[in-house]
């Protein structure tokens, strides 16, 4: 998506390769492999026993040192805004990012491994970093992850896990959309969600977005449903790492979270995008630096 132009955050990822270089150099994939072989997934008390081992033994394993300095470097030279990280955090404007995880399992055409690994937010300074992809690293080891892996027949040797490091988005609105509407399965359809802030509130259906549904043929908004929108998630202005829950004003509680422009830019994205993977797509997004919160929220 980043070559083909499109409004991807900045970062980088830790390819699956690393992951697996990290578990043969250090020992870790004979134990691991070798304990998952004789594991009984039915029995639960086992299957917690043993997973909470393994994610115990990658994250005490520090990771090799010629991967830790270019993960470190990669982090260092990550460009935000025409800014290096660590300047931003000298400078104390709270430069941050997402850890998260990506394994090569995932998406497959009879079963989703999606949603199984870890990823983490607001994740800023060389330790933290590093801990935290040793966190991802780990969770491709949960009880879950591994029940699901013996249950369709999916071999753990061949199941990797890829971290991707990316700067953290602080919006202004943000949501999902769909390539096709998936309410009513109709695929001349673009389906579009959105609230103010932050993308959480949408993505966990804490509340009820903004609707917006557009003919993909003409772009023309063939329906919406704007909802009242009390409250929204930001980031705390004062730690910059914390989430913090505040009052929408009222002058805007019933007013569209996103402007014509922005639903028509959308829809293009969803449409170059599920263009060049051939198939319907999910998409989150989220709109940065266009609005300015600062006097209308309520509790802060």
């Given at each position: 998506?980043?070559?083909?132009g499109l409004p991807v955050p900045p970062g980088f990822v830790i390819t699956a390769y690393a992951f697996k270089h990290y578990i043969q150099i250090s020992g870790l994939d004979k134990k691991i492999f070798g304990k998952l072989?004789?594991?009984n997934v039915e029995d639960n008390d086992q299957l917690q026993e043993t997973a909470k081992w393994i994610q115990d033994q990658i994250v005490s394993t520090p990771m090799p040192e010629a991967i830790k300095e270019i993960v470190i470097e990669s982090y260092d030279e990550m460009d935000v805004n025409g800014s290096k990280v660590e300047d931003l955090m000298k400078s104390g404007n709270g430069a941050l990012v997402a850890v998260r995880s990506s394994a090569t399992a995932e998406d497959q055409v009879d079963a989703s491994f999606a949603g199984q690994q870890a990823s983490f937010m607001n994740v800023k300074g060389h330790k933290e970093l590093i801990a935290h992809v040793l966190a991802c690293w780990a969770s491709l080891y949960t009880a879950r992850a591994i029940y699901y892996r013996v249950k369709n027949n999916y071999p753990h040797e061949k199941v990797y896990i890829a971290v991707v490091i990316q700067k953290m988005i602080n919006s202004d609105a943000a949501g999902v959309m769909f390539s096709v509407n998936v309410v009513t399965n109709n695929t001349s359809e673009i389906l579009i969600e959105g609230a103010y802030g932050l993308g959480e509130a949408v993505v966990s259906g804490s509340i009820t977005p903004d609707e917006f549904v557009l003919d993909k043929k003409t772009l023309d908004v063939k329906s919406k449903k704007i909802a009242k929108k009390t409250w929204?998630?930001?980031r705390d202005p004062k730690t910059f790492e914390n989430i913090k829950k505040v009052d929408v004003s009222k002058d805007l509680q019933e007013e569209s979270c996103l402007k014509s422009s922005e639903i028509q830019k959308l829809a293009e994205l969803a449409i170059k995008i599920e263009k060049h993977y051939?198939?319907?797509?999910?998409?989150?997004?989220a709109i940065e630096n266009e609005r300015d919160f600062g006097c209308k929220c309520e509790n802060g």
């Open positions: 998506m980043y070559n083909l072989k004789k594991l929204m998630y930001v051939g198939k319907p797509q999910d998409i989150e997004f």
